[in-house]
């Protein structure tokens, strides 16, 4: 699962949300599944993209597909972005089993 956090000022909504058609629609053609757009209700100048790829090797292959207009929308939701740097970008692994026997242990150490 990949998510993508923007900080957008209200008076930009309307512009964020035309260029999020047009990015579900790149995602969708790349082979991304269940896209969604949350906003959140606490802060809601906060809104999180997010998508399902299927593998890793089909995460590197939609990055890489990316047309010039790909890029336009990309340049123009970044230019919207209110935050520190870029959106952030979350990448997650989904996990269907959650028995500690089972845990894949990721670099760094992890506190709970």
Not at 44 to 66: F, K
């Amino acid at each position: 699962m990949v998510m993508v956090d923007y900080r957008i000022d209200q008076p930009d909504v309307p512009e964020f949300l035309r260029l999020m058609r047009q990015r579900r629609a790149i995602r969708r053609r790349d082979g991304a599944r269940n896209w969604a757009l949350l906003r959140d209700l606490e802060n809601p100048a906060l809104w999180s993209e997010s998508y399902h790829i299927a593998t890793w090797d089909e995460y590197v292959r939609h990055n890489l597909r990316r047309t010039k207009t790909d890029a336009e929308v990309t340049e123009a939701l970044r230019a919207l972005h209110r935050g520190d740097g870029d959106p952030h970008v979350h990448r997650m692994i989904e996990r269907h089993n959650v028995t500690p026997a089972d845990d894949i242990p990721l670099r760094g150490k992890m506190e709970v």
